[in-house]
């Protein structure tokens, strides 16, 4: 089992630009989750799909962020344009609807 | 609502004493509770649950939390501590209502061991 996987690993990127941020889930999990995880506010759920559609959103920050799923194995959180206050590192995870959640090992973002 | 509330931000204790982590939670509805750990540079990895079955729950590497309902409370617990359980730990409440669900984190405890 693969597990849940995220690309990239790390991202350096200077203010303005765009950030893609990928996410395989584990297969056959109808769930996935997008979290983002800083010093000053812990972690924090910014979306979650089920069954590739979005449920819940209000954790979104701004417009700024976006979300999608086109499929039960892909999922992408872009940042456009990206801000030095978006340096956290996200978390991709996936369950089969058990609670038992399958993180990914992050995707670590700095923006200069 | 429903909230998460991790007392301590911070413990430290000695190789071979006792950990304690403590949470406490709220929720409207009836809530399923976890324990994730997070070692350096790695993704989150579950501990235990607590889903209204038995409430003291067994985890991996000789864990368990007790649901004390009446006391709101999901402390995280074990009896000898090794070198390999630093990291940070976090208490999670889930609830579910039809297809949304409501998940909320604490806000982590790092735990040091010191030799």
């Known amino acids: 089992d693969a597990g849940v996987i995220q690309s990239p690993r790390h991202e350096v990127t200077e203010m303005g630009q765009e950030v893609t941020l990928r996410c395989k889930p584990i297969?056959?999990?109808?769930?996935l989750f997008w979290y983002r995880q800083t010093m000053m506010r812990g972690l924090e759920l910014l979306i979650y799909f089920n069954n590739n559609v979005p449920i819940d959103d209000s954790g979104m920050p701004e417009d700024r962020f976006s979300a999608k799923m086109p499929n039960a194995s892909f999922s992408t959180l872009k940042i456009q344009p990206s801000e030095p206050r978006d340096s956290a590192v996200y978390f991709c995870?996936?369950?089969?609807?058990?609670?038992?959640?399958?993180f990914g090992e992050g995707s670590r973002l700095t923006v200069l | 609502a429903q909230s998460v509330t991790q007392l301590d931000s911070h413990v430290s204790v000695s190789e071979g004493t006792p950990v304690l982590l403590r949470c406490n939670y709220s929720?409207?509805?009836?809530?399923?509770l976890f324990w994730y750990v997070q070692h350096p540079n790695k993704g989150l990895q579950l501990l235990l649950k607590?889903?209204?079955?038995?409430?003291l729950v067994k985890g991996i590497n000789g864990f368990e939390a007790e649901f004390k309902k009446s006391e709101t409370s999901f402390h995280l617990t074990k009896p000898s501590a090794h070198m390999s359980d630093a990291a940070e730990y976090f208490c999670v409440v889930i609830t579910s209502s039809g297809s949304a669900r409501q998940l909320t984190f604490g806000s982590g405890t790092q735990l040091t061991v010191l030799p």
């Open positions: 297969s056959g999990h109808n769930s």
């Open positions: 607590y889903t209204s079955a038995a409430t």
């Open positions: 929720s409207s509805y009836s809530p399923s």
């Open positions: 995870a996936s369950t089969e609807g058990s609670f038992k959640l399958f």
